[in-house]
């Protein structure tokens, strides 16, 4: 039976951790808020090792919280983060991805910087400054930086957070004998959609959404083993999902992977979700992970990358790349599905479109098509936010009084 | 009609045919060893990657399954530009250089955008039957492709 306005509005007849406010999606107070009270403090993914290998590669990263950032490797091969901000008078230091640079020299007023963030020169300092002011004042911004989980480069501007151990805890045990080898990137494209987020990161901590993807019902749905994947979540909103053997050749013109992953049983497969809006998905045989970075309520930017191991023979490499792009490209059978999966709701969503309510209410024993996992998202995120997700702004609270 | 005229031709109906989404009319244009390919360089990690790569049974069976998978609906045009013809008439082949944009026209109101620009490398082989496709490099410039497409360009 259909329902009119008030049916339309009336809370859902759910546990309060069973729904969402779909405002959480389309408020800029709130999104303001996430960036300040979630992206600002937690640890975020700005790329891998791999794409800077040499001393002075650097990789320029817009974190989701908002500081523009440099990721360069110094001279004694660590890596370091700073802002991408001139402190003489605020312009961009480097423009490009990626690059070389010994000397970080700004174009405005070529005042410069070495790959350890101190100032080495302000041009003709002494005659404007006199001593009032000089290189020891005028380094660059550090951000906390760590490498880890698959040689991933790992970024907190929250100088008092915890460190990157204590932020993941146990949550990458289902992956951590799997990361032992050296990774390398051979596959990055990115995508902006009109959406929210959290709703990507919802799409990826979910399976009960494999009823849109045909390859993933033949391959994965009707064989054995499916229906028993479970859930677990873990301290700081992250969540893993087991593993299954999928039957890639179930597919028309798909076939078995050859290419394994060490450790890995043969057709794997698994997936952790990082809080707030990171998934290591491994699959057989390619490791890919989804970074989120927010542009805006209804906007985003998924950064994705597809990667093998770095001591991969060409021939295993090149069967890495095809098993990725058959449902994992732009043009793959899988993700063109999911995006179109949020840029729907990212319409559905908009302000003034009287969408009201998101449901995570099912529950089968915590298995693959349970929404628990982004039941665990939520709860995390309401008491970073200091706001209940299916309540955000305490209406509910202040009528119930 | 001279051969520079129909490999011309062949490569612009190649366009207009996947246009109408007539795939079995597509694969009709092309050798038996045919080869596809969508490739881009990522500035990020510094590498030329290979976005899709199908032989003609590959091509075939990805156009096969289409119908079975919820994708984008919107039409896409493809706007090709032959500008290299180098006939090699020993080996009976030919180069061919092109540039392609392609657009797509919204569901919603016919509003159209420009989805990706680049430029298509295409081997022809020259027979008595006239000249088909042997292979072809989709050379992106474009990079971001929104949520993407299921048919290649």
């Avoid at chain 1, 191991?309 to 090149?318: C, G, I, V, Y």
């Avoid at chain 1, 840029?343 to 559905?348: K, S």
């Avoid at chain 2, 500035?43 to 069976?61: F, Q, V, Y």
């Amino acid at each position: 039976m259909s329902r009119n306005a008030v049916e339309w509005k009336q809370t859902p007849s759910f546990p309060e951790s069973h729904y969402v406010d779909t405002r959480i999606y389309t408020e800029e107070d709130i999104f303001l808020d996430e960036q300040r009270k979630i992206f600002n403090k937690c640890w975020i993914i700005a790329c891998h090792e791999s794409e800077i290998p040499n001393a002075y590669d650097y990789r320029t990263f817009s974190h989701p919280g908002g500081p523009p950032l440099i990721v360069i490797r110094g001279e004694d091969m660590k890596v370091r983060t700073f802002y991408n901000i001139c402190p003489h008078r605020g312009n961009t230091l480097l423009y490009e991805p990626v690059g070389n640079a010994k000397r970080i020299t700004c174009i405005f007023h070529a005042w410069s910087f070495n790959a350890t963030g101190d100032c080495i020169d302000i041009s003709r300092g002494k005659e404007g400054y006199q001593d009032r002011f000089g290189c020891k004042d005028a380094g660059l911004r550090e951000v906390k930086t760590e490498l880890g989980f698959g040689g991933f480069v790992w970024v907190n501007v929250d100088d008092e957070s915890c460190t990157l151990k204590e932020y993941i805890g146990e949550a990458m045990g289902m992956l951590d004998e799997h990361l032992d080898q050296p990774l390398e990137v051979f596959h990055y494209h990115k995508a902006i959609v009109n959406t929210n987020y959290k709703l990507w990161h919802d799409t990826n901590s979910e399976f009960y959404h494999d009823y849109m993807h045909y390859f993933n019902r033949i391959t994965g749905m009707i064989q054995p083993g499916y229906f028993d994947r479970k859930y677990t979540g873990y301290p700081n909103g992250h969540a893993s999902v087991g593993s299954m053997a999928i039957k890639y050749d179930a597919y028309e013109g798909s076939k078995a992977r050859g290419v394994g992953w060490p450790g890995l049983a043969p057709g794997g497969w698994v997936l952790i979700d990082i809080f707030p809006g990171m998934t290591y998905n491994l699959r057989t045989s390619v490791l890919r992970m989804d970074t989120a970075i927010p542009l805006g309520p209804n906007k985003l930017l998924i950064e994705f990358r597809g990667l093998g191991l770095k001591s991969d023979t060409p021939e295993q490499r090149a069967e890495r790349i095809r098993d990725h792009n058959m449902i994992w490209g732009p043009f793959g059978r899988n993700l063109h599905e999911d995006l179109l999966g949020v840029h729907g709701q990212g319409l559905a969503m908009r302000e003034r479109t009287d969408s009201r309510w998101v449901i995570h209410g099912r529950e089968e024993n915590m298995t693959i098509h349970d929404e628990g996992g982004m039941r665990h998202f939520y709860a995390e995120w309401s008491r970073r936010m200091g706001r209940k997700a299916y309540d955000p702004y305490g209406e509910q609270a202040v009528a119930a009084k | 009609m001279d051969t520079r005229t129909a490999i011309t031709e062949l490569i612009h109906r190649s366009g207009l045919i996947m246009d109408e989404r007539d795939f079995k009319g597509y694969l009709d244009l092309c050798a038996p060893d045919y080869q596809y390919r969508i490739t881009a360089y990522s500035p990020e990690i510094r590498k030329d990657m290979t976005w899709l790569e199908h032989d003609k049974a590959g091509m075939k069976s990805l156009f096969e399954n289409l119908h079975r998978h919820n994708s984008d609906k919107s039409p896409i045009s493809r706007h090709i530009n032959v500008c290299l013809v180098d006939i090699d008439e020993a080996a009976e082949e030919a180069s061919v250089t092109s540039t392609i944009e392609v657009f797509r026209t919204t569901l919603d109101g016919g509003e159209t955008e420009l989805f990706a620009v680049g430029k298509l490398y295409d081997t022809v082989t020259l027979g008595h039957d006239g000249p088909a496709l042997r292979s072809r490099n989709v050379r992106l410039d474009t990079r971001l492709l929104g949520y993407g497409y299921h048919i290649p360009f």
